[in-house]
Structures are given as structure tokens and as C-alpha cells.
């Protein structure tokens, strides 16, 4: 399961109990996290969870971020990387989901990219998005505007899991990332 989160802790703790509760969730389900790599904010909330619950965590974090000291070195797995690019791949090479916790533009970004690549075609992996004390509501409205207004599909639309009960989406998303689409 790949987290997309935020590398701050935001204003209000709920963010970060919403993080502790979706780590310690994979690691109590046995689930590897795969995830930006930071012990910093959000990112390093959910790692410590899963690892204290007795997950895997996998973290991919570019060098110049290493040097920044923001780099989680008690992971299970810490793979340094280059480049953004390098590291969203190899994210997305080792998950089967994904889902996005309060965050900031890198979250946007890491999220409609895979939603993008979904759209495309490039992959069939689900997706899903966390909105912890309604923090995603102003952009769950814009993208039901969006279809409305005729630039998004409900089918693309509907690809997006949303909930505000963590365990409801990860068991989701697990249950899509289960069903293997004939091809």
C-alpha cells in the first residue's frame, strides 16, 4: 500500500492521528508501506505506525532530501534515488495501492498522477483518498464541478476512492487491488 502524505504535520492533530491510525493498520494487516521515505510530518507518523504494528516499510527518497537529514534511516528498506521521477516509479513499481492523507502540492501531484496514468491506461492499480475531518472537501467539490461541467467523466470520477474512515478505505482499496482484471 503506497501513502502519499504530507512531510508537515499540518495545523490540527487529527491529521496525525488519521496518519498513526492508517500505518499501524498496514502493519497489523501484514501489508508492506511503501512510501516517500521521510521521518518527517505525516510521512513519518504513518512509517513509525506500521513499523510499531510490525509492518514492512519501504521508503524511496532522493538523495538531495537524504542530505537534508529528512530521510527515515529505521526502516525496513531505504532506497536513495536520484531524481522525483525515479522515486515516484519505484513507488509505484512496489504498490498495489495507493492512497492520499492530508498533504500538501506533492500529494496533489502524486495523486492526480496516478489517477492520470490510470486514465491512460498505463495501469489498473486502485486509488483512494483519506479526507480526515473533511480536509479534501473544497476539492471533492471541485471534482464533482468538473463533471458537471463536462471536463471529467463520473466513470473516471467514480475511479476514486474517498472516505473518512481509514480502515473502510484501505479494505476498499485492498479488496480492488485483490481482483485481478483479466487481460
Not at 1 to 22: D, L
Not at 150 to 161: E, I, K
Request: charged content about 15%; glycine content about 14%.
Amino acid at each position: 500500500m503506497c501513502v502519499y502524505c504530507g512531510s508537515r504535520m499540518g495545523t490540527e492533530p487529527v491529521y496525525a492521528a488519521a496518519a498513526e491510525q492508517v500505518g499501524r493498520l498496514i502493519g497489523s494487516a501484514g501489508w508492506q508501506l511503501v512510501y516517500g521515505g521521510g521521518k518527517v510530518g505525516l510521512m513519518g507518523v504513518t512509517a513509525d505506525a506500521a513499523l510499531a504494528a510490525g509492518g514492512t516499510v519501504l521508503g524511496v527518497i532522493p538523495q538531495n532530501l537524504l542530505d537534508k537529514e529528512v530521510g527515515h534511516t529505521g526502516l525496513t528498506a531505504l532506497r536513495v534515488v536520484d531524481t522525483m521521477h525515479e522515486r515516484k516509479t519505484l513507488m509505484f513499481d512496489h504498490a498495489d495501492a495507493f492512497i492520499a492523507l492530508p498533504g500538501g502540492i506533492g500529494t496533489f501531484e502524486e495523486l492526480f498522477e496516478i489517477w492520470t496514468w490510470y486514465q491512460l491506461g498505463v495501469h489498473s492499480k486502485p486509488f483512494g483518498l483519506l479526507n480526515t475531518d473533511g480536509y479534501y472537501d473544497p476539492l471533492i467539490t471541485m471534482l464533482d464541478r468538473m463533471v458537471s461541467q463536462g471536463f471529467l467523466s463520473p466513470a473516471v470520477r467514480a475511479l476514486l476512492h474517498v472516505g473518512t474512515d481509514a480502515q473502510d478505505v484501505l479494505g476498499r482499496l485492498h479488496t480492488a487491488a485483490s481482483v485481478k482484471i483479466p487481460g
